[in-house]
Structure formats: structure tokens, C-alpha cells
């Protein structure tokens, strides 16, 4: 089976949708990101505590930037197209360049949930994903409980391959898991 090279970008591409851009975050927008990651209600299905200081904000700048040079990931912070503001992030982390895979991973504001703005940043990612990256394979570790993510990853025709016991070490001991993902075949399909 012949194909084609998985194709990491040189410079970071900035995207933009119908109301977003999706930009590199640096470190002058850690105030405007530590709002929403200090908030324990938009980091209770991320894997991390809240954000305690500016400076763990800064850490997760720095860790963002760290993916791009290394070439595991790529996470955009998300701005509305009238408001320079970050408001979120949505991204590939643990890229597997020789299997054509990695995971997407994702965060907002609070005060932006349930206007779709999720759902257009993935869609967004997902088709550079699939087609400026040559991906095959985009997977999402969910928390059972995180009934809203579940709902917008199958909304998005992510499928769901299964429970995985005990998968992560969280706040109050080890954490099952869901295990979704979208295939590049499924995406041609869809959109």
C-alpha cells in the first residue's frame, strides 16, 4: 500500500472558520487563558488540576510550544474573529508519525459553552488534520462523565471503540476511559 508522507507544518498555520480563528497562543495571552484554565469546572475532564498561578499557565504556553518544535502536536488557541481574546484551545498531542495517528484534545471558557463554538474548532482541526497533515487515524480519550464532550464527538461522527479500565491516573485514584476516533475514510464520508 503506497502513501503519502505525514506532513507536519514548518511555521505554525493559523486557521480560520465561519466565527474563529485558530492561532498560536504565546505567552502574552496567559492572562486571558488562566481565567479558563484556573476554573475547576472547565478542567474537571481535563487530566489537570486548575491552573493555581499565571505561571502554570505560562507552563502550558511553553508545553504548546514544545509539541510544535518537537513535532507531537499542535494546539491553537481559539479567538472569535472580532475579539483577538483566547477563549479555549483545541489541538493534536502524542502525534504517531509512523502509524498516521495522534489524539485531539480540547478546552473553553465557560462562558462559551453550548454555542457550537467546539464543534466548529474541531471540524476545523480535524480537516487539517486529514487533509494538509495526511492523517489516517484521530483519536479522543473521554471521560465517561463528560457527557457533553461524548455528545459533540459523536455529533462530529467520532466513533466509540470502547472502554479502557482504569487508562489514566486522575485526582482521585485511576480513571476509565472512553476511546473514540474518526478514520480519514470516515471523514471523506461526512464532510
Keep these: 500500500m503506497t502513501r503519502h508522507k505525514l506532513i507536519f507544518p514548518q ?11 485558530l492561532k498560536q497562543a504565546t505567552i502574552e495571552d496567559a492572562e486571558d487563558m488562566h481565567i479558563y484554565l484556573s476554573n475547576e469546572t472547565v478542567c474537571r ?12 499557565t505560562k507552563g502550558e504556553i511553553k508545553w504548546y510550544d514544545n509539541i510544535f518544535k518537537e513535532q507531537t502536536g499542535i494546539r491553537w488557541g481559539i479567538s472569535l474573529k472580532n475579539n483577538p481574546t483566547i477563549i479555549g484551545s483545541c489541538g493534536f498531542l502524542n502525534l504517531e508519525k509512523q502509524h498516521y495517528r495522534t489524539e485531539i484534545g480540547y478546552e473553553l471558557h465557560h462562558d462559551h459553552w453550548r454555542k ?5 474548532a474541531i471540524t476545523a482541526v480535524l480537516r487539517y488534520g486529514f ?12 471521560d465517561p462523565a463528560n457527557t457533553s464532550s461524548v455528545q459533540l464527538l459523536e455529533k462530529i461522527h467520532f466513533v ?4 479502557l479500565r482504569e487508562y489514566e491516573l486522575g485526582q482521585k485514584g485511576f480513571d476509565d476511559v ?3 476516533s474518526i478514520l480519514k475514510r470516515d471523514y471523506e464520508k461526512s464532510y
Design 11 to 21: 511555521s505554525f498555520p493559523t486557521i480560520h472558520t465561519e466565527r474563529l480563528i
Design 45 to 56: 475532564y481535563m487530566g489537570i488540576d486548575a491552573h493555581e498561578s499565571i505561571k502554570d
Design 116 to 120: 457550537g463554538i467546539m464543534k466548529e
Design 131 to 142: 487533509q494538509e497533515m495526511n492523517l489516517n487515524r484521530i483519536e479522543a480519550i473521554i
Design 160 to 163: 466509540q471503540e470502547g472502554l
Design 178 to 180: 472512553y476511546m473514540y
